[in-house]
């Protein structure tokens, strides 16, 4: 049974092509726009990045950094491609608060990490022979090398792209540059440069993209408290994984932005988020410390949670809830053709030896 279409466009054409890789949405889930056969399904388009096979047919090797991408890409998709809301207007992303949106791409992303995967995907390009036990246990490791400084880094730029859009007084004394550089130099182990000019190409200069960085981080904190329940479930028991993905997609994904992210998640866990599974993803705190201090990780994020969400109208994929069952709405068709997730990896240096030339390594499948 199809239940949704993506449409893959996977290597680079410099000079016709923008580099990159984003999902692009060609229409989501609607019941109204459907036909006798049925609602229409969603399809996207997927782009990445790579590198296209060799004059000779060989095919291209891949970084596991573009691995990760790849991954990350997919799993953006899946807010589309899995979503059954029947309101055109909050099907797929449309609704969907910006501290959510990437929690379904770093939640992917965070499987290509696994040696589990590594060992299911990787092969010698000539013998076809598996990756040594040796190299997969180091690029599973590689994931949190230097996080210390990747996860400051990206706490900065989320804190100047707040501050920019909340606070910031173009007729103040200070120019933009000089607040960011301000901000980056708290968080930052080694001071930034005069001349550095980093926020100039940076995602939240789109109008449609405030507090894009903010959100990102906070989408990764999520993902890393929703992967540590597939983790406790096993990640080497396919069934175990299964019944908790089919979890996700009943809780997180099937009801677009019908349901607030606030319950979906605390209905998923069921419990409320904790801040420790963001550490212990980072490799910044032992996953296997005791309990001292996880009372009051944990409570930071309740803090968060805790504030009134009753104004939220859900629109659950079985009906409206919330007293809202006599609404009216205006649909427009659900397409949003400027909502794109745009992902460039971040820190391409820190994230794995390059397997180009090697002889081993991931291979697109």
Known sequence: ER???????????????????????????????????????????????????GADGRPPLLTMSEVAKVFHTFGSSLRHLLCRQPEGLVAGIQGVESDALSLAGHLLERFAWEESTLRSMSRHVETGDPLPEAAIQTLAMVRTFHNGMRVLKRTALAQIDLDLHAQYDPTGSMTVIEVAQAIEAEFSVIPPRVEDHDICSMAFNDDTKASAMYGDLWGEALAADAFSEFEAAGL??????????????????????????????????????????????????????????GDSASGDYEDVYDEDDDDFVEFEAGGVRGGFEDAEFDYDGGDDEDAEFDYDGGDDEDEGPSSRGSGSGPAPG
């Open 236 to 293: 080497d028991d396919d069934e175990a994984v299964a019944r908790v993905g089919q979890k996700f997609w009943e809780e997180v994904l099937l009801h677009g932005g019908g349901r607030s992210p606030t319950l979906a998640f605390r209905r998923f866990l069921g419990r409320p988020p904790m801040f420790a599974a963001f550490l212990a993803h980072l490799g910044i705190l032992d996953e296997d410390a005791d309990d001292e201090g």
């Open 3 to 53: 239940i949704a279409s993506f449409f893959v466009d996977a290597y680079r054409r410099r000079g016709s092509k923008q580099p990159g890789f984003w999902v692009h949405n060609i229409h989501d889930y609607s019941v109204l726009r459907g036909d006798a056969r049925g609602p229409r399904l969603p399809a996207v388009s997927i782009i990445l990045d790579l590198a296209p096979p």
